[in-house]
Structures are given as C-alpha cells and as structure tokens.
C-alpha cells in the first residue's frame, strides 16, 4: 500500500465517502447533541499497513463513515503492549466486552493480529472525529469515566499531576494543546503519543484508567452542562 497516498486520502473516510458525507451534512447539523458526538480509535500495532487497511475499512463501513477523520501515525520506541483503544462520545470503551458493530469488528481484527501482545518499537496509529465547527474550550481529565477535573486549554500549565486506579501521569498544558509528559506505567504509551489539540481527541493510560480529552462548544450553541 501506498502509505503516503493513504495518509493524504485518509481525512478521505471523506473522499469515497464525500457524496455520503454531504447527504449527511444536513442531518448532522441539525441538532446540536448530534454534533458533540466523537470519537478516538488508537492502534499499537507492529504490523501498521495491515492495521491501517482494516481499520479504514471497518470505520467506513461503521456509523461514523459519514464523518470526517484526523488521521495521525508515529512511532513509539521500546517495550509496548499491542492493542486498541475506542474512545466514543467521551467514553473510554471496552471494545472485548461491548456487541456493537464497531467493537465486533475489533475483536475480530484483534484476534487476526494476535492482540494483545508485547511489541518493541511498534507503530502507533490514530484516527479521530474533526469538527471545524467547534472551539476547544477546556480539557478534562476523567477515572473510568469519572470526571476528575476540568482545566482551561487557553491557560499554559507546565505539570498537572493525576492519580489513576494503578499510578498516575502528569500532563502539560501549551499553546492549546496537550500532553502527557510523565505516567508511572510500566510501557508508558500514553507519555509517547504526542499532543491533542482538537475537540473529540484523547489520550488514555490504560493501566491507570486515565483518559485526557479536549472538549469544545460549537459556535452559537450552548455548552453541555456535565
């Protein structure tokens, strides 16, 4: 596979999408709670091209192939465990015990790929909603998706210490965006997968149940009350 072409087609689940994702347009504007839906699908994975071709195509074929998709990919140095991690409408998911499509789709993939398993140097690709229509307003940190605190993005903060169920990370707010700049956990993906900067983005430190969201307010609309 051509990876270039297909990072570049890739914010493409609206190209071949695009006449699907316009018909769709209208619907999805149409109510505000609708908007705010995201999502967050990470893969550690040593085996990235094959990774990358499932995944498009179950996400194209998933309720979300109608919306437009960030696409990031990087490498993470040294020991990590493989797996994926599905962040949806602002909830960490447990894709191994959930029945929607998606998560079916992901046991599968995962089981083809022999996931979980340890894995030096992997690469680590991510795919998640992009909303022009929305402003980053704040991050918020969550446990098992228990809000824990909600911090201003427009405010630097150089270390923020969180404490999870099996450690804990510290974070770095910059120039409106954010990332994990230290975690006790043993792999410490989380530290290694550079910043967010948009609304519906996560970072997660599986071990600790920690997960680190930027959330927004569409323009015109009046933010959720959590």
């Not at 195509?57 to 040294?78: A, C, D, T, V, Y």
């Not at 409408?89 to 340890?118: C, I, M, T, W």
């Not at 680190?212 to 015109?220: D, K, L, N, P, S």
């Amino acid at each position: 596979m051509d990876r270039r072409r297909f990072i570049k087609n890739c914010s493409l689940i609206a190209g071949g999408l695009a006449a699907r994702a316009g018909l769709a347009s209208t619907h999805r504007h149409s109510s505000a709670l609708e908007a705010q839906r995201s999502l967050s699908l990470y893969a550690v994975t040593d085996k990235p091209e094959r990774s990358l071709t499932e995944l498009e195509s179950i996400l194209r074929n998933s309720e979300w192939g109608g919306q437009q998709l960030k696409f990031r990919e990087f490498s993470l140095l040294g020991p990590h465990m493989s797996d994926f991690v599905l962040v949806q409408d602002q909830h960490l998911v447990d894709y191994r015990s959930s029945e929607d499509d998606l998560a079916r789709n992901l046991q599968q993939l995962a089981k083809d790929l022999g996931f979980p398993r340890n894995v030096a140097n992997p690469q680590c690709v991510e795919f998640s909603t992009r909303d022009s229509g929305t402003q980053a307003e704040h991050v918020r940190v969550y446990n098992d998706n228990v809000l824990l605190e909600q911090l201003p993005i427009h405010e630097d903060l150089e270390a923020f210490k969180v404490e999870g169920v099996k450690g804990g990370v510290t974070l770095a707010v910059r120039n409106r965006s954010v990332k994990i700049v230290a975690a006790t956990c043993k792999h410490k993906t989380c530290a290694k997968m550079g910043t967010i900067n948009a609304p519906g983005q996560s970072l997660v430190c599986i071990p600790s149940a920690l997960r680190i969201t930027i959330e927004g307010q569409h323009e015109g609309i009046d933010s959720l009350a959590y």
